[in-house]
């Protein structure tokens, strides 16, 4: 059974940063496009950014742009959302997701989805 997980999320002062994670379970992600996502407490979940599988990147969410880099590490099998200068408003539950299939676009259903790091911002 396909599985995701994230880690590096904890507690972090504003102007912080932190490295987050996404590792799959049984299968390769070098031909997986990967979505990050988060969720603040009381709101829907929003878009972070998608990195296709030929490493193409969209950026979805105007509020983080230019704090962010996401990449792959082939060597661990993973891929990373590292967020730099976080605000107490970044604080949220952050996922990462695939679609079902290989070589798909970010505007593919993400169909598999980690069950997600908590991000604290607080001083």
């Known amino acids: 059974q396909v599985q995701l997980v994230e880690s590096g999320g904890g507690t972090v002062q504003p102007g912080g940063s932190l490295r987050l994670s996404c590792a799959p379970s049984?299968?390769?992600?070098?031909?997986?496009?990967i979505g990050w996502f988060r969720q603040a407490p009381g709101q829907a979940r929003e878009p972070i950014v998608c990195?296709?599988?030929?490493?193409?990147?969209?950026d979805y969410n105007s509020s983080m742009k230019g704090r962010y880099t996401v990449g792959r590490n082939s060597g661990e099998n993973t891929v990373y959302l590292e967020i730099q200068d976080l605000k107490p408003e970044d604080t949220a539950t952050y996922y990462c997701?695939?679609?079902?299939?290989?070589?798909?676009?970010?505007?593919?259903?993400?169909?598999?989805w980690g069950r997600g790091t908590l991000v604290t911002v607080s001083s």
């Open positions: 049984g299968y390769s992600l070098d031909v997986y496009t």
């Open positions: 990195i296709y599988y030929n490493d193409d990147i969209t």
């Open positions: 997701a695939t679609p079902p299939v290989p070589l798909a676009s970010c505007d593919y259903d993400m169909g598999h």
